[in-house]
């Protein structure tokens, strides 16, 4: 299982505020986090802590009903519980453990809640502000320990518009060299590392992408422990931070997912406050708002993946959001080559979170979007 040394290659230069290794985001956690609380959520398959902070109080007491019979009710607060005003969010990085910019974003966000600034020293009064007015913020930096422990790298090399050392890192190679590519290492959960060059890191030890889990059957404890944490916290809002952004019009983009119709309009507010976040702060294709942030024109929606399953279990809205790499390049709509650099990508991260939570602010919790009794009050 040993990594082709061509592509463990590290970046000539890593910037201070890129974090993303298991130990060094570990330390970085245990020497940082003093409002919020520091908490192992969980051991990966391959015995690695899963670490997780926690700002903000918890909901308080327990809803009478489970969440599908609160749907069934009409009246999403049965299932909330007594605390179902507050507002509650979940940002998780590292699912596909070679998708380090969510990693970096999450780990300045923590720099941002501790220290009032990231880990360039920049503040960020906005984003501070936003999250001083939820109730609990939960952050998991790297949720697929085990596929980042493969992976001796902090940071990749900047190689053009050559994504192919960057998808090897990803989804692997075959024993003949050939990388297994996207999507077809999605035909093999879990996958057999023994058929592999190398597995890539997308899968944790188990050989399973924790993005496409057995979730009705027997999930990895990785994905078990978050169904088990959606419930108890009950977020209204899931990030789900990834890097794979479109090859052309290589911006950040958030992906539609399946989810249940009620939460429908609230993924296109979200997704309009975040495009509109993000063209604003010249981190879009075009300057023009009513284009990039138009919901109408987000990608079709993708089909029953992690969001959708964590969506279903605990009514959160639940997305995917997909970064343009450090690693490479893509086009934009001119078909021009555009390159992130690594303070752009960080940028990208910020503001997802200060838009989304600004979200979460100004148009209320799970129970206003999908009404039900106390919510109409
Ligand atoms: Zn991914």
């Given amino acids: ?122 503040p960020w009064p906005k984003l501070t502000q936003m999250a001083a007015q939820v109730d609990r913020l939960i952050l998991i930096p790297i949720v697929n320990v085990d596929g980042r422990a493969r992976l001796p790298l902090r940071m990749e090399p900047y190689r053009g518009t050559d994504n192919l050392p960057h998808q090897y890192l990803t989804s692997g190679a075959w024993l003949d060299g050939t990388n297994i590519g996207w999507p077809r290492c999605k035909e093999f959960i879990p996958l057999d590392f023994t058929r592999t060059e190398f597995p890539g890191s997308y899968s944790n030890d188990a050989g399973v992408n924790l993005q496409h889990d057995d979730f009705f059957g027997r999930p990895q404890p990785e994905t078990r422990a978050l169904l088990d944490l959606a419930v108890q916290e009950r977020p209204d809002i899931i990030l789900n931070m990834h890097t794979g952004a479109p090859r052309h019009n290589y911006y950040m983009r958030m992906l539609t997912p399946f989810l249940e119709e009620a939460l429908v309009p609230a993924q296109k507010g979200l997704y309009k406050y975040v495009h509109t976040g993000l063209t604003l702060a010249g981190l879009q294709g075009s300057s023009d708002p009513d284009l990039e942030a138009n919901p109408e024109r987000q990608p079709p929606q993708w089909p029953f993946n992690l969001d959708t399953a964590l969506s279903l279990h605990c009514g959160a809205l639940a ?34 979170y200060q838009e989304s939570l600004r979200y979460l602010v100004e148009q209320g919790g799970r129970s206003r979007w999908a009404p039900g009794k106390r919510a109409k009050i």
Wanted: aromatic fraction near 8%.
């Fill in 1 to 122: 299982m040993a990594i082709r040394a061509e592509y463990a290659r590290e970046a000539d230069a890593v910037p201070e505020f890129w974090l993303t290794g298991n130990e060094e985001v570990e330390h970085f956690l245990k020497r940082t986090v003093a409002k919020g609380q520091l908490a192992i959520l969980a051991e990966s398959a391959g015995g690695r802590p899963i670490w997780a902070v926690f700002y903000g109080t918890p909901r308080q007491g327990q809803g009478t009903t489970t969440y599908s019979g609160s749907l069934g009710l009409g009246d999403v607060a049965a299932y909330l519980g007594p605390d179902w005003r507050k507002k509650v969010m979940l940002i998780m990085g590292g699912v596909h453990a070679s998708e380090f910019e969510g990693i970096v974003g999450i780990v300045n966000l923590i720099a941002v809640l501790e220290q009032g600034a990231d880990l360039r020293g920049r």
């Fill in 319 to 352: 997305v995917t959001i997909e970064s343009p790499s450090h690693s490479f390049s893509g086009t934009n709509q001119a078909g021009k080559v555009v390159r992130h650099t690594p303070d752009q990508l960080v940028d990208a991260q910020l503001i997802a």
